[in-house]
């Protein structure tokens, strides 16, 4: 979300709950949190919101994250690691499994 999506969603609790009182301050600590979330989903989780509530929401009560970012991040991540392993030699997993069974060993988990 960008900084003006940010404002415009403040601007909406502050006209819909006028108890709001959207100050510079409030929106100065607000706006960084609201930059990470989405913009479509926090819009859609704020009319939800209006239509049952009464009070104000909290960010974590209107909150929406991107999840397709996440699994995408995930998602490269192992395929980093799967890559890593596969440059591992056999000798190298032979003697690693020899010191893991030895731990093993050592601390009584055999």
């Known amino acids: 979300m960008t900084t003006d999506?940010?404002?415009e969603i403040l601007n909406m609790i502050n006209e819909m709950y006028p108890k709001f009182n959207l100050t510079k301050r409030k929106a100065k600590i607000l706006i960084p949190s609201l930059k990470q979330m989405d913009y479509t989903?926090?819009?859609?989780?704020?009319?939800?919101?209006?239509?049952h509530q009464l009070y104000p929401p909290m960010l974590s009560e209107i909150a929406a994250y991107r999840q397709e970012n996440e699994k995408d991040s995930s998602l490269t991540e192992i395929e980093k690691w799967e890559e890593e392993a596969k440059q591992v030699t056999p000798e190298m997993k032979k003697h690693f499994q020899s010191k893991f069974e030895k731990l093993l060993q050592q601390k009584g988990w055999n």
Do not use: D, P, R, T
């Open 5 to 7: 999506e940010a404002m």
């Open 41 to 51: 989903g926090v819009l859609k989780n704020l009319s939800a919101h209006v239509m």
